[in-house]
C-alpha cells in the first residue's frame, strides 16, 4: 500500500471508460451482473433479516443469567472490576456486557442486528478499498451481494448459529471483535489515504486502543489477528517492495504491540489466575491437539456450503475483468513477482496455523470436548471465508480477462456470470432448513419463557424466595440444573439472583 497508488486508484482520479466499455457483449454482461447481484442480495437479504428479527425472541440462557444480574446491581464499571478481580480477566468482555445488560433485555434483542448491519457496512467497504488499492472498482450492487453472502455463509453455515448470532455472550466474544478491528482498519484505511500526518496519528492512537481492547475481549481472536496482521506487517516492509510508505507496517505493529500488552494485562489479572486455578492444566499431547485440529477441519469441509464464499467471489472477479475500467500500476512501481506469489499462497498456511492454535486453546481450557466449542471458530472462520472469497476474485478475474482477450463468443459471460450466481444462490438456499429450525426453536422458547417468567414474577409478588424453574435448553447451552450438585451449579445459582430469590428448584 502506497500513497501514489491510492491516489491512483481514487474513483475521482479512476479513467473514463473506453469505448469497449458500451459494447453489446460489455452492456449484456453488467445486466447479468446485476441482475444476478440483485437476486443474492434479495435472497441472502431474507436470510439475514429472519435472523436479525429473531432477536426481539432472544431470552436469557447460560452466561447470560449471571452477566444480566451483574451489569444490573452493580453497573458497568461494578462489572468490570467483577471480571478483572474474579471471573477471567476479560475487562473490555464485562464493560461491553454491561452496556449490552444495563437496560434489561433490550440489548439482547437488537444486537442481532446490529451486528449484521455493522458486519456488512464494514465489509462492503473493506471490498471497496482493496479493489481501489489496485486501481480498479466493481458496482456497489456486487459488493453488498459479496458481503450478505459471507455474513450468511458464517452466521447460519456453522453447527451452532443460534450462538454465533443470537447468544450474547458468545457474539461479544468471538464475532464482535473481527467488527471492532475492521473498523479501525477502515479508519486507519482512509486516514492514510488522506494523506494528512494529524489524521493518520489519530489512527494510530486509536489502532492502540483497539488493540488493547481487544486484548482484554477475547484471547482467541487476539492470537489470531495478531498472527495475521503481523504477518502483514512483514509483507508492508517497504524494502519488499510491496508497500512504499512506512504506515502500513507501523499500523500493524502498533495493533500487535496493543493487543499482546492487553492480553499479558488479562493473563496475569486476578480473575484469570482465580480461573486457572479451578481447572489445573491436564496432560495434554502433540497428538491430541491434532486429533481436535483434524476434527474441526473434517466437520469444516463436510460443508460444501462455504463454497459459496468461491462463488460470490468469482462473481466479483468476473465484474472487475469485463466490466471495471483499470489503470495499471509503473512497473517499476509493482511488487516482484515472487513477492505476489508468496501472498498468493500465504492464506493457506495463516489459516492452518490459527485453527491449529484455536484447536490448542480449546483443548488447554475445555479438555478433549473443546473442539466442539464451535462458536470460537468464528476467529478463524471470518478471515478463512473471507480469504475463500479473495481467491474467488482472483479466479474469476482471470476467467474474465481469458474471455474478454480471446474474444468468446458474446454470451460467454452472460453463461458464465447466470453459472455463478447460481451456485451461489444453491448455497444460500441450502442453508434456509437451518435457518427456519433456529427460528422455530428460538420462538417456541421465547413463548413458553415469558409464560414461565409471569408465573415466576408472580410468585415473587407473593412473597416466594424459593420458585420453580424449568430449564428450557436452546443452541446447545447450559441452563439450571445442568449438574446435581446445587453448590456447582453456577447457571442456577446466577439465575435465583436474576429473580431475587434465595433458591430456585425443578417443578
Not at 475521482?12 to 466499455?21: E, I, K
Not at 447479468?32 to 437476486?39: E, K, N, P, R, V
Not at 486476578?270 to 480461573?275: L, Q
Request: include cysteine.
Amino acid at each position: 500500500m502506497n500513497s501514489s497508488t491510492t491516489v491512483a486508484a481514487d474513483d475521482s482520479a479512476a479513467p473514463a471508460r473506453d469505448a469497449a466499455t458500451d459494447r453489446p457483449e460489455r452492456s449484456g454482461a453488467r445486466r447479468a451482473l446485476l441482475w444476478t447481484a440483485g437476486t443474492i442480495t434479495a435472497a441472502t437479504g431474507i436470510l439475514l433479516a429472519v435472523g436479525s428479527f429473531l432477536g426481539l425472541y432472544v431470552r436469557p440462557t447460560s452466561d447470560d443469567w449471571c452477566a444480566a444480574w451483574k451489569s444490573r446491581d452493580m453497573g458497568v464499571f461494578g462489572i468490570t472490576s467483577d471480571f478483572y478481580n474474579t471471573q477471567n480477566g476479560r475487562v473490555t468482555n464485562a464493560f461491553l456486557s454491561g452496556i449490552i445488560y444495563s437496560d434489561g433485555l433490550v440489548g439482547i434483542k437488537i444486537l442481532p442486528v446490529i451486528l449484521v448491519v455493522t458486519m456488512g457496512i464494514g465489509l462492503v467497504l473493506l471490498g471497496r478499498e482493496i479493489l481501489r488499492l489496485f486501481g480498479t472498482r466493481a458496482p456497489l450492487l456486487l459488493l453488498v451481494a459479496v458481503a450478505m453472502v459471507l455474513e450468511t455463509l458464517l452466521f447460519f453455515a456453522g453447527t451452532r448459529s443460534y450462538q454465533v448470532l443470537l447468544w450474547t455472550p458468545a457474539t461479544i466474544s468471538h464475532t464482535m471483535p473481527f467488527i471492532i478491528a475492521l473498523w479501525a482498519l477502515l479508519f486507519g484505511i482512509w486516514a492514510f489515504r488522506t494523506g494528512r500526518r494529524a489524521l493518520r496519528n489519530t489512527a494510530l492512537g486509536l489502532t492502540a486502543v483497539v488493540g488493547f481492547a481487544i486484548g482484554t475481549l477475547s484471547e482467541p481472536f487476539t492470537v489470531v489477528s495478531c498472527v495475521l496482521v503481523g504477518t502483514a506487517a512483514l509483507v508492508c516492509l517497504p524494502r519488499l517492495k510491496v508497500a512504499k510508505s512506512w504506515y502500513p507496517f507501523t499500523w500493524s505493529a502498533v495493533y500487535c504491540a496493543a493487543a499482546v500488552i492487553g492480553l499479558t494485562f488479562l493473563y496475569t489479572s486476578p480473575g484469570a489466575r482465580w480461573r486457572r486455578a479451578q481447572t489445573p492444566p491436564t496432560k495434554m499431547s502433540v497428538g491430541d491437539v491434532f486429533k481436535d485440529y483434524f476434527h474441526i477441519w473434517d466437520t469444516i469441509l463436510h460443508q460444501w456450503i462455504y463454497l459459496g464464499a468461491v462463488a460470490a467471489g468469482l462473481l466479483l472477479g468476473l465484474a472487475v475483468a469485463l466490466l471495471a475500467p483499470r489503470r495499471e500500476r509503473p512497473a517499476a512501481s509493482r511488487p516482484p513477482a515472487a513477492m505476489l506469489r508468496v501472498i498468493f499462497v500465504l492464506p493457506v498456511p495463516l489459516m492452518a496455523l490459527c485453527t491449529l492454535l484455536v484447536a490448542y486453546a480449546l483443548r488447554s481450557g475445555y479438555g478433549p470436548t473443546g473442539w466442539t466449542y464451535a462458536r470460537t471458530w468464528m476467529n478463524f472462520m471470518i478471515p478463512l471465508v473471507i480469504a475463500l472469497c479473495g481467491y474467488g476474485v482472483l479466479l474469476g478475474h482471470w476467467a474474465g480477462r481469458r474471455i474478454a482477450e480471446r474474444r468468446a463468443p458474446r454470451l460467454a459471460p452472460i453463461v458464465a456470470t447466470v453459472l455463478v450466481g447460481a451456485f451461489a444462490l444453491a448455497a444460500t438456499a441450502a442453508l434456509v432448513p437451518s435457518v427456519q429450525k433456529l427460528a422455530v426453536s428460538t420462538v417456541y422458547r421465547s413463548i413458553a419463557w415469558d409464560k414461565q417468567n409471569a408465573k415466576i414474577r408472580s410468585e415473587i409478588a407473593k412473597g416466594e424466595t424459593d420458585v420453580a424453574y424449568k430449564p428450557m435448553y436452546i443452541g446447545s447451552l447450559a441452563e439450571p440444573f445442568f449438574t446435581k450438585n446445587y453448590q456447582r451449579d453456577w447457571v442456577a445459582q446466577c439465575t435465583s439472583k436474576f429473580y431475587g430469590v434465595d433458591r430456585i428448584h425443578k417443578p
